[in-house]
C-alpha cells in the first residue's frame, strides 16, 4: 500500500466535500472525541453547532481542538485529514452577525444539516439554544492511501 502526503490544495478539496468529522478537546489532561456536522468556508474556518453540552464546555475553557476528516472507500483507499485550530463562539450580536449568517448559508447546503446537534437528548433533559461556532484552522495535514498493485 502506497501512503501520501496530501498538498495543501488537495487537502482544501477534502473539506470541501467533508460532512462530518470528529473533534477532539481536552481539558484538565483528559481528551474527548466527538463526531460533528460541519461545513468548510473554502479559505479558513469550519462551521458547526451544538447545545451546550460536554464539548462546549471545554472548548471554552480550552479554545485549542483538533478536526479529523476521512474519506473511506475500503481500508486500502482512504483519504483523512487532520485539522487543528482554535475554537470561537459566534454569538448573536452586531458584531457576529454576519459571520453567523455566513455560517448558516453554509450548513444549510448539506441536507439534514441541522442533526445531529439538534436532536434530542435522550436523557430528558431539556435543550437549549444551539451554540453556532467555528473553528479557524491554523494547520491542515493529509495523507491518502491506495494500493500499490493488486493483490
Known amino acids: 500500500m502506497l501512503i501520501l502526503e496530501l498538498s495543501h490544495a488537495e487537502c482544501v478539496e477534502v473539506l470541501s466535500r467533508a460532512t462530518i468529522g ?10 474527548y472525541v466527538v463526531p460533528i456536522t460541519l461545513s468548510f468556508d473554502g479559505t479558513a474556518s469550519l462551521y458547526s453547532f451544538s447545545t451546550v453540552g460536554r464539548k462546549v464546555e471545554w472548548m471554552r475553557d480550552n479554545p485549542k481542538v483538533c478536526v479529523e476528516v476521512d474519506d473511506i472507500a475500503d481500508r486500502f483507499h482512504w483519504t483523512s ?7 470561537e463562539e459566534l454569538r448573536d450580536s452586531p458584531e457576529d452577525r454576519d459571520e453567523l449568517r455566513r455560517a448558516f448559508e453554509l450548513l444549510q447546503q448539506h441536507s439534514l444539516w441541522w442533526l445531529p446537534g439538534a436532536g434530542t437528548v435522550g436523557t430528558g433533559r431539556r435543550q437549549t439554544a444551539p451554540v453556532v461556532y467555528r473553528i479557524r484552522i491554523a494547520t491542515v495535514t493529509g495523507r491518502r492511501a491506495a494500493r500499490s498493485s493488486p493483490p
Do not use: E, K
Not at 470528529?22 to 481528551?31: F, H, I, T, V
Not at 485529514?81 to 475554537?87: F, N
Open 81 to 87: 485529514l487532520v485539522v487543528i485550530g482554535t475554537y
Open 22 to 31: 470528529r473533534l477532539a478537546c481536552a481539558r484538565d489532561g483528559q481528551p
